[in-house]
T-cell receptor, first 114, second 112 residues
């Protein structure tokens, strides 16, 4: 196991609602990245947090926002949920100081928007 | 053009056969390259990193051709447990620890 945990594991929401997903990074890691994986697709980069600041963002609208806390855990917030937001949301942790680029994924949160 | 493109699949291969996956990437500034494996309804897990010199890990061999922006994965003597989706992954950051860009994945099924 990677040591990366996510909560909740599953979530059902309705259109227009807001959701918060949580991630605890692997011990010793200081960087958290979030990805969205739609059915049958590869994960798509949402954003990355390092030292509690957003460090890079993919092609996602502002209603996707995040936070990183001093203990390096992170939250992903999605406002005004749309049906297309239904997906597996993956959190990945890594150590910024390593230049290999390897990231370790949590088990994901499966979000269903009705 | 997609940033990372993979063989469309699915691949249905008899046990014991050799199977090869190919992948191309568009960003010539990419620094790191990986193959991840993803089992059904599970998270992606690193299978192996890919180096310019080529690298081997047991039955798995990965190759990188920077000039052609091409990555490959070869699986020899395939096992039933190799059935999974294989994701070609490129790290596009200049530093090396930035966003991972994934291909859509190629689904492999090993047939007994």
């Amino acid at each position: 196991e990677t040591g990366v945990t996510q909560s909740p594991t599953h979530l059902i929401k309705t259109r227009g609602q807001q959701v918060t997903l949580r991630c605890s990074s692997q011990s010793g890691h200081n960087t958290v990245s979030w990805y969205q994986q739609a059915l049958g697709q590869g994960p798509q980069f949402i954003f990355q947090y390092y030292r509690e600041e957003e460090n890079g963002r993919g092609n996602f609208p502002p209603r996707f926002s995040g936070l990183q806390f001093p203990n390096y855990s992170s939250e992903l917030n999605v406002n005004a949920l749309e049906l297309d937001d239904s997906a597996l949301y993956l959190c990945a942790s890594s150590l910024w100081d390593r230049d290999t680029g390897e990231q370790f994924f949590g088990p994901g949160t499966r979000l269903t928007v009705l | 053009r997609k940033e990372v493109e993979q063989d469309p699949g699915p691949f249905n291969v008899p046990e014991g056969a050799t199977v090869a996956f190919n992948c191309t990437y568009s960003n010539s500034a990419s620094q790191s390259f990986f193959w991840y494996r993803q089992d059904c309804r599970k998270e992606p897990k690193l299978l192996m990193s890919v180096y310019s010199s080529g690298n081997e890990d047991g039955r798995f061999t990965a190759q990188l051709n920077r000039a052609s922006q091409y990555i490959s994965l070869l699986i020899r003597d395939s096992k039933l447990s190799d059935s999974a989706t294989y994701l070609c992954v490129v790290n596009g950051g200049n530093f090396g620890n930035e966003k991972l860009t994934f291909g859509t994945g190629t689904r492999l099924t090993i047939i007994p």
